[in-house]
């Protein structure tokens, strides 16, 4: 009795000092740590690998998928996402690759872990003489100088530049200002009856393949 009443007052004493004296008598106190935190999905963006104006019957164009996370990071999901055309017989479509069929216009869907995106999609074989030429896709924080042209005659100046998500890109008399990771169109538009509307994607700064 007198060595086990001997060593539980001394253990007591032990576990005493640490919780007073810490560092100072040897004692290193260990705390468990907050486990962490998985990102989950956040959002479901439909990008066009490069700006998009029109395919023709018969030829692919590619789309890809990117779900964003609760850290900010975009991951390509094209191959793991399900996508649909609203219209087979225009566009179909098969782990991002889009094959124009016949002219008209559909909507393009991609679906994963319960949410869903679109973007428009446009089948034409008909040639026209006001065109837009974009230099490149704007990056987040850069601009690029887009131009219209009317046969052969630059009418850039003359033609009224709108986006349909200023959010993603705005532009002024041609130049294209990528804002944040997304898809937008940019119209440019000559007269009532003469326009013409790039559809594009401003790529993610921060993606995994």
Request: hydrophobic share 40%; proline share 6%.
């Amino acid at each position: 009795m007198y060595g086990t009443h001997v060593f539980d007052i001394t253990a007591r004493s032990f576990v005493i000092a640490c919780l007073v004296l810490g560092p100072i008598s040897g004692c290193t106190a260990h705390y468990p740590e907050a486990p962490t935190p998985v990102p989950t999905i956040t959002g479901l963006q439909i990008h066009y690998a490069n700006s998009h104006q029109g395919l023709s019957p018969g030829l692919s164009e590619s789309l890809i998928a990117y779900a964003l996370n609760s850290e900010g990071i975009f991951e390509n999901v094209s191959a793991r996402a399900g996508w649909t055309s609203s219209d087979a017989a225009i566009a179909t479509v098969a782990n991002g690759t889009v094959r124009a069929v016949r002219s008209g216009s559909v909507d393009i869907v991609a679906n994963y872990e319960g949410l869903a995106a679109a973007v428009k999609f446009i089948v034409t074989d008909a040639s026209s003489s006001f065109n837009v030429f974009p230099a490149s896709t704007p990056q987040v924080g850069a601009s690029v100088q887009f131009r219209a042209r009317n046969g052969i005659t630059d009418v850039t100046s003359q033609c009224t530049w709108t986006s349909s998500d200023p959010g993603v890109v705005t532009v002024d008399n041609g130049v294209v200002t990528g804002k944040a990771p997304g898809t937008a169109a940019i119209t440019a538009r000559l007269s009532a009856a003469t326009a013409k509307t790039i559809y594009l994607s401003v790529p993610p700064i921060r993606s995994l393949p």
